[in-house]
Structures are given as C-alpha cells and as structure tokens.
T-cell receptor, first 110, second 112 residues
C-alpha cells in the first residue's frame, strides 16, 4: 500500500512565523498535492507538483509556497503565518486511479 | 474555475435506512472518484468511474456516473453505523491531467 506520511499531526505557530509542513510518499508517484480542509468548504487545492522541481498553483495558493527537491518529498511553506491559515492540511499522492492521503496536520496559528 | 457541488450537506438516518448523495460539476469530467472520510480521519479512496452512464457496486454502495459526465451519485442501501463519515466526490476536468477538484462533501450520521 502507498504510504503518505506527514511530519506533524498537530502544530501551533505564532502569527508571522515561517512554517514548513513536510510530506513524504513511498510509492514513486510523480504527482503530489497539498489541500486544506475547512468545515463547510471541503478540500481546496493549494499547490500540486507533477515532477521534481515542478509546481503549479491550485485554487488557493496565496500565502503559500511549495518545494519539491526530491520525488518522494513535497513541502508546503507558509511564508508568514496568519490566523486565517488555521486549518487542517492534507497531503496526497497519486494519479488517475485515486489519491492516497496522509493523516493530516492540524495547524493552529495564534 | 471548475466547481463541484454536493447535496445534501448533511444527512442523519436511522440504521437500516437508505442514503443517497448527489454530486454536480459545472464542467464535463473525464472521470469521477469517491472518497470516504471517517470522523477524525483522512479521505480514503473508494472508487473511480470513467464511462458515461457507468454504474459500479461495492457491497451496499452503488455509484453512478451521469450520461453527460457532469454528475454522479452514491447510494448506500440499509445503512450501518460503520457508514458514518463524510463522503466526497472528486472530479478530474477534461484536459487537466490528474488534478482533482473535490466536492463540498456530504456528512452522514447513522443512529440506532
């Protein structure tokens, strides 16, 4: 089974901090994705990557950046955390035949 | 941009009753996928539909893809408490490779 591992289950950060969320997959998938999940809004795509060093903006990229230096690792960066970025962040890996999600990181910005 | 809406947003049923959630896309989809997220968990892939009018079954779950490939439904027969969770549809827009757009989800509560 594909495993997608997110480095932290819970994080609390201060406003203005730079925040790194890490995601690693073990099945050599080319495609990786970052979503945020908020009540009533479903899952919204922040950024995705089709290959190493490739990235594309999703629907809500503002305030975020990403890094993909190795195929198995996709990092989400909050350049200057704000309280409206408090959310559940989900990383996914996969392709046309279904995504595998990590367990999520619940980020609280205070 | 592409929008995928689901109705209802929430449904509460008694165990043994049937349940249906509907998914509608603003654009034609190349395929549609369904996911289930248990409370406190992450979305888990259930199934993918590709062909116009396709119907697939998984035990008590029946999935349909509309003829126009813009809508889909998930029907659960005789719900059980293990069906509790949020069900998401997710579509791949024609021409956007493997980027999924998720629906807003339907939260199902089942009580005895």
């Amino acid at each position: 089974d594909v495993k997608v591992t997110q480095s932290s289950r819970y994080l609390v950060k201060r406003t203005g901090e730079k925040v790194f969320l890490e995601c690693v997959q073990d099945m050599d998938h080319e495609n990786m994705f970052w979503y945020r999940q908020d009540p009533g809004l479903g899952l919204r795509l922040i950024y995705f990557s089709y290959d190493v060093k490739m990235k594309e903006k999703g629907d809500i990229p503002e305030g975020y950046s990403v890094s993909r230096e190795k195929k198995e690792r996709f990092s989400l960066i909050l350049e200057s955390a704000s309280t409206n970025q408090t959310s559940m962040y989900l990383c996914a890996s996969g392709a046309l035949y279904g995504y595998t999600f990590g367990s999520g990181t619940r980020l609280t910005v205070v | 941009g592409q929008q995928v809406m689901q109705i209802p947003q929430y449904q509460h049923v008694q165990e043994g009753e049937d349940f249906t959630t509907y998914c509608n896309s603003s654009t034609t989809l190349s395929n549609i996928q369904w996911y289930k997220q248990r409370p406190g968990g992450h979305p888990v892939f259930l199934i993918q539909l590709v062909k116009s009018g396709e119907v697939k079954k998984q035990k008590r779950l029946t999935f349909q893809f509309g003829e126009a490939k813009k809508n889909s439904s998930l029907h659960i027969t005789a719900t059980q408490t293990t069906d509790v969770g949020t069900y998401f549809c997710a579509g791949i827009n024609t021409g956007t490779a493997s980027k999924l757009t998720f629906g807003t989800g339907t939260r199902l509560q089942v009580t005895l």
